[in-house]
């Protein structure tokens, strides 16, 4: 099942919508629910979606909403398929191996209470952090289905409103039912990019990865595919090592992007010292095309959202080498 703001069909295929579950004293009045009532307003208008990320034409924004998801999406895949042995949750980003992952699961019970994934704190609330996917079984699923009543979705949803996070508020709806989390190693809120590929991790059977670029989608597609047909299912993180990492590595390599999140120390001009040095470019929004867009999404933090939203522009850093003379010029 996959699951959006609105339900709707998207190219044969039927898409849930994550908000209809929650009650309309929220959806229509609440404050984080702004950017989703000016969506509803456009959907029903038929026109372009993509104008709230491009420009503000509501206060709030995605993340306002995330936190109301987790709970109605649980309760709903149930509803709609109540006799699924395992729900497996998973973000559009992430990727879960899934050969360990079915190995891991064919040795749990699916009627007992199981609430697996990696193990968060936010005050006393132990929670599966969502990034890297979570498994709930049939067993838990049933026990939340017994306490889905009014008082308790009235709980649940004053908790929300002052809460942070949806998978927080999540394990505090399980936990009430009476399930707790069962953390598993193997799950990480890395991509194939950034992960730290230690001794630590070395001999763990490899499950999820969150923040996951498409290329690295297909890429960890592909080694799994072929170790099935290998008859060869469970692999550890070793072995992707060998197989998508080692081959890349070199004693040396010239204009290389290491995509370090270091900091990087800059002159009065704001020219980085060396060869590579970079240059804070401001941009304008609307000249980039829609596939531009998308990949430029991934990488924008808050401020840079603000600006979009207040300016129609944006600061990157960028490359010196890979500025035009005119850009340079007029730094």
């Not at 049933?142 to 306490?147: A, F, G, P, W």
């Not at 704001?270 to 095309?289: A, Q, T, V």
Request: aromatic residues 14%.
């Amino acid at each position: 099942m996959v699951f959006s703001h609105i339900e709707q069909d998207i190219g044969g295929h039927h898409i849930y919508g994550s908000l209809e579950e929650v009650s309309d004293k929220y959806k229509y009045s609440h404050r984080d629910f702004n950017f989703y009532r000016r969506l509803l307003d456009l959907f029903a208008k038929g026109q372009d979606l993509s104008l709230l990320a491009d420009t503000k034409q509501a206060t709030g924004n995605d993340w306002d909403l995330d936190k109301w998801k987790f709970v109605p999406i649980a309760h709903r895949v149930y509803v709609e398929q109540p006799d699924i042995k395992w729900y497996i949750f998973l973000e559009a980003d992430a990727y879960m191996g899934w050969s360990n992952l079915l190995e891991l699961l064919s040795k749990l019970n699916p009627d007992k209470p199981w609430y697996l994934g990696a193990t968060h704190f936010y005050g006393d609330v132990a929670f599966a952090h969502g990034g890297m996917g979570y498994i709930i079984s049939n067993g838990a699923m049933r026990m939340l289905d017994t306490i889905w009543n009014p008082q308790n979705i009235a709980w649940w949803e004053r908790r929300t409103a002052a809460g942070c996070c949806g998978d927080v508020e999540l394990a505090a709806v399980l936990q009430e039912a009476g399930v707790n989390i069962t953390g598993i190693p193997g799950l990480y809120g890395e991509s194939l990019s950034w992960f730290e590929w230690g001794e630590s991790k070395w001999c763990e059977p490899a499950l999820s990865w969150h923040h996951v670029k498409a290329h690295d989608m297909e890429s960890l597609w592909q080694f799994e595919t072929q170790r099935l047909a290998d008859n060869e299912t469970h692999y550890v993180y070793r072995d992707l090592f060998h197989k998508l990492v080692k081959s890349h590595l070199a004693s040396t390599r010239s204009d290389w992007d290491n995509v370090s999140r270091d900091r990087v120390y800059t002159g009065p001009s704001g020219l980085h010292g060396d060869e590579d040095r970079r240059y804070p470019l401001r941009s304008k929004w609307g000249r980039l095309s829609d596939d531009e867009k998308e990949e430029q999404r991934v990488e924008l933090n808050d401020e840079q959202k603000k600006d979009i939203e207040s300016y129609g522009t944006y600061t990157k850093e960028t490359r010196w080498d890979e500025l035009s003379d005119e850009e340079k010029e007029t730094s």
